[in-house]
């Protein structure tokens, strides 16, 4: 997908499962909760996460369904599905692993070599 | 669920789209709404928070266009939109959207008339269900240099009785019949064939019925079905018509059917069918070696041409090994199969071949011509797509698009290029020799042929759309919009790249002019050669006594003897006669015969040679020259001295070193030995170059000739031969009163003058170097035109540098040298490359050309002038205008 730039390939997906895991949301507060739990450290762009969206609806990850926002507008709200949340986990873990492996090769040391 | 998510969002995306787009649209919005009622809570003014908050959001164009690209049927979606976009991009510039289609609508209507044809012809023949799964029974004697020939009766008797390999079999002789019903007595063509002949093809009657068993027996033949054609001419097209008598040859015929209009076998000319009925001795195993049938079958389904082939040949051993007779084994006599499509492919199939080939060529340019097109055209559109890219079109998403575009193009070119092929198969068909002759619906636009349309046109898009398509996708957006529309590096390299396309054109060119050039000089030297006899001021007619009326050898020769007589005393005739065969009427039978005391020994099958019954007047009218003894004269009467006349190769061959006068000859057993009288020249028979081919019959070319008294033996049919000082046309009145005279009930046919009859076998070799000469012209023509695009659009692409060139002191002969220099280069490559291409490709011709090498330097040289020629006439009008060009308003004009 083009310019997700500022996030490794990928992780769009997982930060936008994690973030809908923790309640449902719409779209706009899909973003700042990705804002919010990353302490602004992951910027999404706007524009790239509808796309990122839809593509997790089609696929079967998420669900989507109008209701109504606290400001009493009409909102899209997405869900996760049982898929979805299976695929959550499966993420987390293996980005876990690879985090665990990163760490291990960034801190090899000369003499432990 | 994930496949059921992703059908549901198929669905979804399919048909309720506008739902989608407005489910789309809201959610954004409502996005943006909420992310500037946040910020105003921060303390902004309404107007700054809706700005930042659109702002943050980006392009929400882009952001739309992203998640419809998520949509499964995008691909379906914007294929529509694009087809929607490529109809207005192309109605946006007529003038390119009408050359372009034309120029592909030649091409792919040149190349669909042609595969029509031989659609229509060999691969798939209207009125004939599976024409894969017939077969026609051939036989051969090596011996006597007779590769393919008809069947017997009792050849076709075996073939006919292996019903584990023929569903169904039947046999077929031509047969023509005197039709009198009105003031003119007319001859019918017609076939008599065994019961089963309209099963072998599946086709079935349009009214009635089709022969029974019980029919199809000896003196029970009264039974008649019609063609369509003959239908319509004769009855009108009656739905009345069975039952109805009509009289054939004097006898009674009922009406039992009438055949669709697309069944014609085995002759497109053909008005009727009657059945064969022959008596159960023709099938006997002594009437084996007189093929006088063509014999057809259709295999039982599931076994293949090469089993039932397999299973002839293992028939033919029965007469091989027949104890009875060496014959068979004497001759290298065998049994074959030839599938039907490759049986009336076969001679036409080189010209055919060449013709496809010429027609691909002019494709070819055509493509070329079209991306020379679309290249001028990307230079114009470069800012557009950069434009587009830069605002976000995906490069996938753009190449997609111009492919479209280009499909539109081609869908056009599809449907502009049937018109055209079902226009030019009319056109060409009013010149189409006598094996063509047939209408339109002969060669219909049928599924195979729509098909390969389609293949043919969506290739040439493939082909055109690559040279644009490689340019877009190694552009550079930013160059693009820089470029200012002249001396930049990628105008360059397309510029280089249609002069590239255009040498291939005409070099493309070159090759077919060369192979037109070659064709064309092989007719003229075919057209110059002598026949041997003196075919001017000679008309002939043929004439067939019905058996019913003429029942004995003296009523035949006394009805010839009187129509002779009154020719030859009738005002203009200097001479006149009769005979069978006559030559040019494509008939020319052969027989063994014997000759007196020349044993035959063992593995030797006999003396060979084609036979003629003649009259005296035969010789003198057609002016065949007598090189020693004499001709036939009146005293050679029934009951007088047999005799007989061979010509010289004859003589050479079975009398090399003697005086073949005074020897004797017999065709059967029983004939009383015929005295040799004289020996005549050789004359060309069936056609003017090449061997005298067989066309059916026991027929065949052998090394001589030997002739018959017709007024001595018997005369059931003949040509009439008139001869006189001038136009021949004169005595075609004279010959039909003679007849009429005699009989009033006996109709001439086939009336025509022995010129015309020779010109009528060059049509094949005319009309296809005619076809070849216009298919030249249009690559010629083709690739001039791609030659004057380039010259102009490199002109208008220099004005300014001419106007500079101008100011400073150019004169317009140096700037028409310097435009003209640069096509004469292209014509020069063009022509190298061409003249290269074609001394490998016209090899591919030696087998059609008469005379003339393939690698004649005359034609060679020939088409290069004249592409040069067309070349510097193509670039000179564009390169006056250079010369018209304004400094001032040259160098002002930016």
């Known amino acids: 997908m083009p310019d997700q730039t500022d996030l490794l390939p990928g992780t769009l997906d997982l930060l936008i499962l994690k973030a809908v895991s923790l309640g449902s949301l719409h779209g706009y507060g899909v973003l700042l909760r990705i804002e919010q739990i990353s302490r602004g450290a992951f910027l999404v762009e706007q524009g790239a996460l509808y796309p990122a969206l839809f593509r997790l609806v089609r696929q079967g990850y998420l669900k989507a369904s109008w209701g109504t926002s606290d400001n009493n507008r009409r909102a899209k709200y997405y869900e996760l599905t049982s898929t979805g949340r299976r695929r959550l986990r499966e993420e987390q873990t293996s980005w876990n692993r690879l985090v665990a492996a990163m760490g291990t090769v960034l801190g090899a040391e000369p003499e432990e070599v | ?894």
């Open chain 2, 1 to 894: 669920m994930k496949l059921f998510a992703y059908l549901q969002s198929l669905v979804a995306s399919l048909f309720h789209r506008d739902q989608l787009e407005r489910d789309l649209d809201e959610e954004l919005r409502a996005h943006v709404a909420q992310h500037s009622a946040d910020l105003e809570r921060s303390g902004l003014s309404p107007a700054e928070a809706a700005r930042r908050a659109r702002l943050a959001f980006g392009s929400s164009a882009k952001a739309t266009e992203s998640v419809r690209e998520q949509r499964p049927a995008f691909f379906l979606e914007t294929l529509v939109q694009d087809f929607r976009y490529g109809l207005r991009q192309l109605r946006r510039n007529p003038g390119f959207a009408v050359v372009a289609v034309l120029t592909l609508a030649l091409g792919i209507g040149a190349n669909t008339a042609i595969f029509s044809v031989v659609n229509g012809l060999f691969l798939h023949p209207p009125g004939v269900k599976q024409p894969d799964r017939i077969v026609v029974q051939r036989v051969r004697y090596g011996k006597l240099g007779l590769k393919s020939i008809s069947v017997s009766a009792p050849d076709f008797a075996q073939l006919r009785d292996s019903q584990n390999v023929a569903q169904s079999a039947a046999l077929e002789t031509e047969a023509d019949f005197n039709y009198s019903a009105g003031a003119f007595p007319e001859r019918l063509r017609g076939a008599m064939v065994s019961w089963q002949w309209f099963d072998v093809f599946g086709a079935r009657p349009l009214l009635g019925r089709a022969f029974t068993p019980e029919e199809d027996q000896p003196k029970a033949t009264h039974e008649v079905v019609l063609s369509h054609a003959a239908w319509q001419r004769l009855f009108g097209g009656d739905p009345q018509i069975l039952g109805r008598t009509v009289r054939l040859n004097m006898e009674d015929f009922r009406v039992i059917g009438v055949m669709p209009p697309g069944f014609a076998w085995p002759n497109p000319k053909i008005d009727l069918w009657t059945p064969l009925g022959l008596p159960h001795d023709a099938f006997a195993l002594d009437n084996t070696f007189n093929e006088s049938y063509l014999g057809v079958a259709r295999l039982r389904p599931g076994v293949s041409f090469a089993q039932a082939n397999a299973y002839t040949k293992v028939l033919a051993h029965r007469v091989i090994d027949n104890p009875a007779s060496t014959y068979a084994k004497d001759s290298q006599w065998g049994m074959f199969l030839v599938p039907l499509t490759s049986f009336v492919f076969g001679d036409l199939q080189t010209p055919i071949l060449i013709l496809a080939g010429a027609v691909a060529f002019v494709l070819l340019i055509a493509c070329a011509n079209i991306a020379g097109l679309l290249l001028a055209k990307a230079a114009s559109r470069s800012k557009e797509l950069a434009l587009r890219a830069a605002l976000g079109g995906s490069r996938a998403r753009l190449i997609l698009q111009t492919m479209t575009e280009n499909v539109v193009l081609g869908v056009l070119g599809i449907i502009v290029g049937l018109l055209f092929a079902r226009l030019g198969i009319y056109l060409s068909l009013v010149a189409a020799p006598p094996s063509f002759e047939s209408d339109v619906t002969a060669f219909p636009i049928d599924g195979y042929v729509l098909s390969f349309t389609i293949v043919i046109g969506l290739l040439a898009v493939l082909i055109f759309a690559a040279a644009p398509a490689w340019h877009l996708s190694n552009s550079d957006p930013g160059d693009a919009l820089r470029e200012s529309g002249r001396s930049s590096t990628a105008g360059r390299t397309r510029q280089r790249f249609r002069s590239f396309l255009v040498a291939g054109e005409l070099a493309l060119g070159l090759v077919l002019l060369v192979g037109t050039g070659l064709l064309l000089k092989s007719l003229s030297r075919i057209s110059q050669v002598n026949p041997g006899f003196q075919p001017h001021g000679v008309m002939t007619a043929g004439l067939a006594l019905p058996q019913s009326q003429y029942d004995t050898p003296e009523k035949q020769i006394a009805f010839f003897r009187a129509v002779l007589d009154r020719l030859a005393h009738a005002p203009g005739v200097t001479s006149a006669g009769a005979g069978s065969p006559l030559p040019f009427t494509g008939n020319n039978p052969s027989a063994s015969f014997a000759i007196e005391g020349l044993p035959v020994g063992p593995g030797d099958p006999g003396p060979w040679g084609d036979v003629r019954y003649v009259t005296p007047g035969y010789f003198t009218s057609l002016g065949i020259p007598l090189l020693k003894g004499r001709y036939f004269t009146d005293a050679d009467r029934t009951g007088s001295q047999a005799v007989a006349i061979i010509d010289e190769n004859m003589a050479r061959q079975y009398w090399p070193n003697e005086d073949p006068i005074g020897k004797q000859l017999r065709r059967g057993n029983r004939d009383p030995w015929a005295v040799i009288v004289g020996v005549v020249g050789h004359i060309r028979f069936t056609q003017l170059a090449g061997d005298d081919a067989s066309t059916g019959g026991s027929q065949s070319s052998s090394s001589g000739v030997y002739y018959f008294p017709m007024l001595q033996t018997e005369a059931p049919y003949g040509f009439l031969i008139a001869k006189s000082e001038g136009d021949p046309s004169a005595l075609s009145g004279t010959l039909r009163q003679a007849v009429h005279d005699v009989d009033p009930n006996q109709p001439v046919s086939d009336m025509s003058s022995m010129d015309a009859r020779i010109a009528e076998s060059l049509r094949p070799q005319r009309f296809a170097a005619s076809l070849l000469v216009v298919f030249a012209v249009l690559a010629t023509g083709l690739s001039a035109v791609g030659l004057y695009g380039l010259v102009s659009y490199s002109v208008a692409q220099r004005t300014s540098e001419v106007g500079i060139r101008m100011a400073l002191g150019a004169n317009r002969t140096d700037i028409l040298r310097m435009v003209l220099r640069e096509s004469a280069r292209l014509a020069l490559i063009g022509t190298g490359v061409g003249l290269v291409v074609g001394f490998f490709i016209t090899r591919a011709l030696q087998s059609v050309l008469y005379d003339v090498s393939a690698y004649d330097p005359g034609s060679f040289a020939g088409a290069a002038i004249a592409l040069i020629l067309v070349a510097l006439l193509a670039s000179y009008v564009p390169a006056r205008k250079a010369t018209r060009v304004d400094p001032i308003v040259a160098l002002r004009y930016e």
